[in-house]
């Protein structure tokens, strides 16, 4: 197995047991990346990443202490800051904008001595299902490269799936970091809202939006976590509790725990062949004394409208700064400042981000309100409750991640409303603000990864890692990668 | 009877400052209108005495310490912009 | 033809934080542009407020002294409109939930005492500030931006612009005493947005409401607002539509302008803001904020009423204002007799203040010698009636009581004099003395008439009621009385 394909806990044992360098880690990496395009990354840090490696195996030299997370280079989606290098968020808008910040995540990994090889392709401002709306042009799916990565976090999942990068952040706001795990057959985590702090994520749904890791393997996944979780007070809406020791807590009795079938989940427009394997899944958790139990999640019908009205009016106010005033693009020629605000917008933005600002602006403009958005804020109470009374009856939920597999690049594009329904999984967990992991099950014959959706109560993240470190253990999940 | 006019498309569009092209303000009108049909699902529940959902979480009072933190420099803060001048982020004239 | 006019005002007061409202800044003014910004007050991607907690300490003080209900559980709402000196494209603010709401602000000014309701209060930022480059476009300096802001907004209960001048000149009065802002208007540390519509009497209905921005002082209020009455007065007169707009007050051509603006303006798409939790403002910390207040005047009306035993809707009107009430109190540390004091303020004091057009603080008779006055009173150098005409030359020539009653002469008391006095007036009359002395007594405010009106009213009428009485009821003797 090449370096790259390891997992960033085997990498940190053979560093401390200097079998390897860190340079070695990262040449690995780069020479994948470099040999085959799946044009996963808007910005790489290739020199000083040599050089950053560089230190690293000097400490190892001297016999430094080294972090789980030292040296083991990772990739950063490209919505999150990192003071001085690019942040594009996939946008022309953003062009040649560098943070004078880090984002909080990005802060907590540097006092680790985490290792940051570059900045991922993504959906434009995170909105997208596929990574096709990217002003850096579409990610492949390493399985296929005609196929979609899933998104918006697709650059950071095909990375983390194709051995270009060891593991990676993402956002998730309705589905971002599960759905392109799920695509391509990798481990990814939205926590709870609050558990991970938002500064310096450039925000898309402030309500909504979450970091999360990516990762192959759940104890990477668990360790990425363990970093980057915890209050930080830069963050109002982050929650002040302390954080588990995720990665080495990873042992639980499955025997006698309760998981959730939602018949909503299990209906029209779940691809068969997928509907197969998650039943599969099932019955295998069954085996190991799991005890399913049918529930309803009544209001899952209404989520996707929900989820679409709320972030699209948030967004709309997010996305209302770029207006070429203080960074980012301006338009060349302009008589006025409202012409120049309106080209730089038009010109800036892409298809779908300025679809979405103009169904959020008119959500909320005036006397449409509280047809839109204040019943849609309602609306999201009533799917909130719907988690809260399944989970009086059982410790965790199984549903699929995403209805069908990857599809076909350019297969959904001219169609948005199709492209927003093919979110129908992931986005009642973001609503109801729980956490949700995307597992890879077995690859079938076809190549094509599938993944199993774990929801869990609030702040349960550890649990939900548990049952996933489980169902590796059980060889229910395919850790392969794309090579 | 249509939910959005293209009318409205353009006035949404000039809320939002995006100079749509026509073409544009056509094809969002169009979508725009599937989406809202969509929506409109909602209108099915019944939401009377269901409070609005602003936070998931049940925090509240997050304060600060009326303490300074260091600002950026004058040349950190300018660095990003597209014109500036005599230490100013310089746009063009309001109203034309 | 006169017109009835309708006032409101919208007040935005800087608060006196050390730092800005969500973030670390510095809120010292005066500085060179675009340093005292950082990413959050500049709205750069990802970032996030914090609210200081000093700006909420400081609108609390402000809620309670304006007797304004305090929301319990309050939030923020983004308000969006594009601006190039507004960063993120919204504003924080606060509106479905205001910060507090419902509270009143009296005031005396021309001893005529008004209330005028707070409709609401709420806590905002500031925006930048844009520096206008004829033909060439604008220059943004953010420094100001993120600034803390409390906006106070009235119901259009002023009737006039002397009285809005003076309404605005208590309230900044109120804020400075609590140290909630500077409330230097000079430097735009308090902004006053008037609204104004005018009636024809006998109308039912009010004209068109207009509101006027960029007034730097409390006579530029006064001015615009004079400008903005004649100007819709003159529309109305001659039939024309007034258009609801906002005009911009031209200080050096004493001038407003109408401001133009986009067609959209107005819609602001309010939201509550995501990235901030709730505020909950417990009864104890209202409590907490209000033991470290000064005295509120409602506190201080109740203190009157039990300290100096003088009736509620007088210790009402004395503490209307803090200076009234400061004066009140300054004077009954040297003249005990609270009573007086209290009636001689409301009605004497008050009473001239209305009629030469003052306010308190012009007023040059100062509490030591108000209580020098009442000493002469009590000592009965002079009548209450006397003290009166005194008070006046006290105000008028700036003179102190004694000063004048000693030139003018205080009130005969020397028994001898009055006697004198009371047996010429017999004499005169000993026509009506017979008649009293046959039963006719309600005489005697006759012989009491008479007598002042040879004294010039200075005869001390306990003594002259006495001696009469002696003289006209068979004891004509002056031993008796001379001699006590
Ligand atoms: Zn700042």
Redesign the pocket.
């Known amino acids: 197995m090449e370096l790259c394909e390891q997992s960033a806990f085997v990498l940190h044992q053979m560093l401390v047991s200097k079998e390897i360098s860190c340079r070695e880690i990262l040449l690995s990496l780069l020479n994948r990346i470099h040999s085959r395009d799946l044009n996963a990354y808007i910005t790489l840090f290739e020199e000083e990443a040599l050089k950053e490696a560089e230190r690293v195996d000097q400490q190892i030299k001297r016999g430094e202490d080294l972090s789980p997370w030292t040296g083991i280079p990772l990739a950063v989606k490209d919505n999150i800051c990192i003071q001085g290098k690019p942040t594009t968020c996939g946008s022309k808008i953003l062009t040649s904008f560098q943070p004078p910040y880090d984002a909080s995540v990005i802060s907590k990994l540097k006092e680790k001595d985490c290792l940051f090889i570059g900045k991922t392709n993504m959906d434009e401002f995170a909105m997208g299902s596929s990574n096709e709306n990217s002003h850096y042009h579409p990610v492949r799916n390493p399985w296929d490269p005609t196929r979609v990565p899933g998104g918006s976090s697709g650059g950071s999942v095909a990375a983390v799936a194709s051995g270009q990068a060891i593991w990676a952040l993402g956002s998730d706001t309705g589905g971002s970091i599960r759905q392109p795990a799920s695509f391509c057959g990798v481990v990814g985590l939205k926590p709870t809202y609050g558990r991970v702090s938002r500064y310096g994520l450039v925000a898309f749904a402030s309500s909504l939006d979450q970091i999360g890791p990516i990762a192959r393997t759940v104890q990477d996944c668990a360790l990425l976590l363990e970093a980057i979780a915890g209050y930080d007070s830069l963050d109002s809406t982050s929650l002040d509790r302390p954080v588990p020791l995720y990665s080495t807590n990873l042992k639980r009795e499955m025997q006698g725990m309760k998981m959730g079938i939602p018949r909503e989940f299990f209906g029209e427009g779940l691809d068969s062949k997928v509907e197969e394997r998650i039943r599969f899944a099932i019955h295998q958790l069954e085996e190991a004394g799991v005890e399913p139990l049918e529930i309803s999640l009544p209001h899952t019908e209404y989520a996707i409208a929900t989820y679409y009205l709320i972030a699209t009016a948030e967004a709309s106010s997010n996305l209302a700064r770029y207006d070429g005033v203080r960074y980012g693009y301006r338009t060349k020629s302009f008589r006025d400042l409202y012409e120049m605000q309106s080209k730089t917008r038009q010109e800036g933005f892409g298809d779908e981000v300025k679809r979405r600002i103009m169904l959020g602006t008119y959500a909320l403009s005036a006397g449409y309100y509280e047809a839109y958005y204040g019943r849609a804020q309602k609306a999201r109470t009533l799917i909130r409750r719907d988690f809260d009374q399944a989970f009086e009856k059982v410790d965790f939920i199984l549903t699929p991640t995403a209805p069908t597999q990857a599809f076909k690049i350019g297969e959904k594009i001219e169609d948005p409303l199709q492209m927003y329904l093919s979110d129908i999984y992931t986005v009642s967990p973001s609503l109801a603000g729980v956490p949700a992991l995307s597992l890879p099950l077995d690859i079938p014959k076809d190549g094509l990864p599938i993944g199993l959706q774990f929801i869990g109560k609030t702040l349960e993240e550890e649990k939900l890692l548990q049952i996933a470190f489980a169902c590796e253990e059980m060889k229910i999940l395919d850790n392969s990668i794309s090579s | 009877m249509e939910i959005i006019t293209e009318e409205e498309v353009r006035h949404v569009a000039r809320l939002a400052r995006l100079a749509l092209s026509e073409e544009e303000v056509k094809k969002f009108q169009r979508q725009l209108e599937k989406i809202l049909e969509y929506v409109a699902k909602l209108r099915e529940l019944n939401l009377e005495g269901v409070e609005p959902t602003t936070h998931v979480i049940p925090v509240v009072n997050r304060l600060r310490e009326d303490r300074g933190?260091e600002?950026?420099s004058k040349e950190e803060a300018l660095s990003n912009a597209p014109n500036t001048e005599k230490g100013h982020f310089r746009v063009p004239k309001v109203i034309e | 033809m006169d017109f009835e006019v309708m006032i409101g005002v919208e007040v935005h007061a800087q608060l006196l934080t050390k730092?800005?409202i969500?973030?670390?800044?510095s809120t010292n003014f005066g500085r060179n542009p675009n340093t005292?910004?950082?990413?959050?007050?500049?709205g750069m991607p990802g970032v996030l407020p914090v609210l200081n907690q000093e700006a909420v300490e400081l609108a609390i003080r402000a809620a309670l002294a304006l007797h304004c209900k305090i929301l319990r559980r309050e939030r923020f709402a983004r308000k969006g409109y594009f601006y190039p000196d507004l960063p993120k494209g919204y504003q924080i603010s606060q509106y479905e939930e205001p910060f507090a709401a419902e509270g009143i602000l009296s005031f005396e000014r021309n001893g005529n005492c008004k209330t005028i309701r707070i409709k609401r209060m709420n806590l905002e930022e500031d925006a930048g500030k844009l520096i206008h480059e004829e033909d060439r476009g604008s220059l943004v300096d953010f420094n100001r931006?993120?600034v803390p802001l409390l906006e106070i907004a009235t119901e259009p209960d002023l009737t006039s612009p002397k009285d809005t001048h003076t309404f605005l000149a208590e309230l900044r009065q109120i804020l400075q005493y609590l140290e909630v802002s500077s409330g230097d208007m000079e430097k735009g540390h308090l902004r006053c947005e008037p609204n104004i519509s005018l009636k024809k009497p006998g109308q039912s209905e009010w004209g068109t409401r207009t509101e006027l921005k960029n007034l730097n002082s409390l006579k530029g209020v006064e001015k615009g607002l004079l400008f903005e009455i004649r100007r819709q007065k003159r529309l109305l007169e001659s039939g024309q539509p007034i258009r609801q707009e906002t005009l911009l007050w031209d200080e050096k051509r004493e001038i407003a302008l109408p401001m133009r603006v986009k067609e959209e303006a107005g819609d602001y798409r309010y939201f509550p803001e995501p990235d901030l939790v709730p505020l909950v403002i417990d009864e104890e910390w209202i409590e907490r904020v209000k033991r470290s207040l000064p005295e509120l005047p409602d506190d201080r009306k109740k203190r009157f009423v039990e300290t100096y035993k003088i009736r509620e809707q007088d210790a009402q009107t004395l503490t209307l204002t803090r200076r009234l009430a400061d004066y009140f109190e300054e004077v009954v540390k040297i003249h005990s007799d609270f009573t007086l004091a209290a009636n001689w303020i409301i009605t004497e004091v008050l009473g001239i203040l209305h009629e030469k057009n003052l306010s308190i603080g012009d007023l040059s008779v100062t509490p030591a010698r108000l209580a020098g006055l009442f000493h002469l009173i009590q000592d009965e150098t002079i009548s209450k009636k006397m003290a009166k005409e005194i008070f006046v030359k006290m105000v008028e020539s700036g003179k102190q009581a004694d000063e004048i009653v000693r030139v003018q002469g205080g009130q005969i008391r020397d028994e001898a004099e009055v006697e004198r006095i009371i047996e010429e007036v017999l004499k005169g009359n000993s026509e009506e003395k017979v008649r009293y002395q046959s039963g006719e007594v309600k005489l005697m405010g006759y012989f009491i008439g008479q007598v002042m009106k040879r004294t010039d009213g200075k005869a001390n009428p306990r003594m002259v009621n006495e001696i009469l009485r002696k003289m006209l009821e068979g004891n004509p003797q002056k031993s008796g009385v001379q001699k006590k």
């Open positions: 933190k600002s950026l | 730092t800005k969500f973030c670390g800044c005292q910004v950082c990413p959050i007050c500049l931006c993120g």
